[in-house]
């Protein structure tokens, strides 16, 4: 056991609700603050001197200067297992190129697609580790990563495998998810509905059987499954034991909604969500996830944060880090800009990506720093934690720790 600090101020995030608004009155922050950890997980939080003096034969690990901690951060939405890259689609895009136009000239999710299938497996594990790295630099040290670069059995297995074999060489803890219904692919000889049909019996019972993933996403979309074909694949796999999110809303309304019908952990994206589908959000347990990468990336609106807490949702911020739409990668930065345009406060950005985001991935031992949970946290050079998103990414950790030690 260890006493760890101490700490200018410790921004618990304890006992605050799961859902809906907050204001930054209802954080606790202990000023000149200690974590006592044990083995890989927080014992007490309190004033440092006080916990010293409880226990006067701990063990000292002595925070020098002036530095604030929270709960590290959880980014549950990423797409950062792939190869190749698509800057052209971004210089074409902002050029004010269409979609079908990029896709076309050799772009898109597509362009994605090949580039996985022709990376060997060495070259996809080496970038993987890389950018969950750059994610743990920034106090991330939860991470969710799907697949869907693959469409075929072969090479989103291959993808699942390299997230698992990336789980070995990290610290982090690693969430994979299979989103092999990402898109119908360009060689699938077939309908829609056959190709989910072809995740159904030919990917998922091998996931299962692997331990690959424990997740199932789709994207519902125009472009990708339409609103019944992809209920009907979600209530299968549901059927076959996967926990289920969903791509919803991104560019045109309604598949949030069934999101909540299928009873799915998280609704991500929702720029498009529309009025009443926020109350539909709000009154279930569904998890509003906000992309706001993907609003910057492709120069597109905001999900609703504002209205969606106002009506009691369950609102959490992720990265959406990919190759196309969101090649930032830094969600502090992110959350910071949606906190500006949507009028968040702090403790609802903090929440966002901390204990609620957890909460998304059916994760609740993490994300506050209170008796009984993982002993994740990061700590920034500081005297006050609003300059954190003051700073807007700029502001970089000091230290990250995972299980109570030093990352």
Request: glycine fraction near 8%; aromatic fraction near 8%; charge should be negative.
């Amino acid at each position: 056991m260890k006493l760890i600090g101490p700490f200018k101020q410790v921004v618990t995030l304890a006992d605050l609700p799961l859902r809906g608004k907050l204001s930054d009155e209802q954080l606790e922050i202990i000023v000149d603050g200690g974590i006592v950890v044990d083995q890989n997980t927080i014992q007490k939080v309190g004033h440092f001197e006080a916990l010293k003096t409880e226990n006067p034969n701990i063990e000292i690990e002595q925070i020098d200067g002036e530095q604030i901690v929270l709960p590290s951060f959880v980014d549950s939405h990423t797409h950062i297992c792939f190869g190749g890259n698509r800057a052209n689609d971004f210089a074409m895009r902002n050029a004010g190129k269409t979609y079908l136009e990029i896709a076309e000239s050799g772009g898109g999710i597509w362009s994605s697609v090949q580039h996985t299938r022709n990376a060997s497996e060495e070259e996809l594990l080496k970038t993987l580790v890389e950018r969950i790295n750059f994610l743990i630099d920034l106090g991330i040290t939860t991470i969710e990563v799907k697949s869907g670069y693959g469409l075929d059995a072969e090479n989103e297995l291959k993808m699942l495998r390299i997230i698992k074999k990336a789980q070995h060489e990290t610290t982090a803890s690693l969430v994979p998810t299979c989103l092999s219904a990402h898109l119908k692919p360009r060689d699938f000889e077939g309908s829609n509905p056959e190709y989910l049909e072809y995740i159904i019996t030919e990917i998922l019972p091998k996931v299962k059987e692997e331990g690959l993933a424990d997740r199932v996403d789709i994207f519902i979309e125009k472009s990708a499954f339409q609103p019944e074909e992809s209920k009907e694949f979600l209530l299968k796999a549901k059927a076959l034991g996967f926990e289920i999110t969903v791509h919803a809303d991104q560019f045109t309304p309604g598949s949030s909604r069934i999101a909540v019908e299928v009873g799915a952990k998280s609704a991500d994206h929702l720029e498009a969500t529309i009025d009443e589908d926020i109350q539909f959000l709000a009154e279930s347990d569904t998890v509003a996830t906000a992309l706001p990468g993907a609003s910057l990336g492709l120069g597109e609106k905001f999900t609703p944060a504002r209205k969606l807490l106002d009506a009691g949702a369950i609102v959490a911020i992720a990265s959406d880090w990919n190759p196309g739409s969101a090649p930032m990668g830094n969600l502090i930065t992110q959350a910071s800009i949606l906190a500006t345009f949507q009028k968040l406060t702090t403790a609802e950005v903090l929440a966002g990506m901390t204990f609620r985001a957890a909460y998304a991935l059916n994760l609740e031992d993490r994300g506050q720093l209170k008796a009984g949970k993982k002993a994740d946290f990061v700590t920034f050079k500081t005297n006050n934690f609003q300059n954190i998103l003051y700073n807007q990414g700029s502001l970089k950790a000091e230290h990250v720790y995972i299980d109570g030690y030093l990352n």
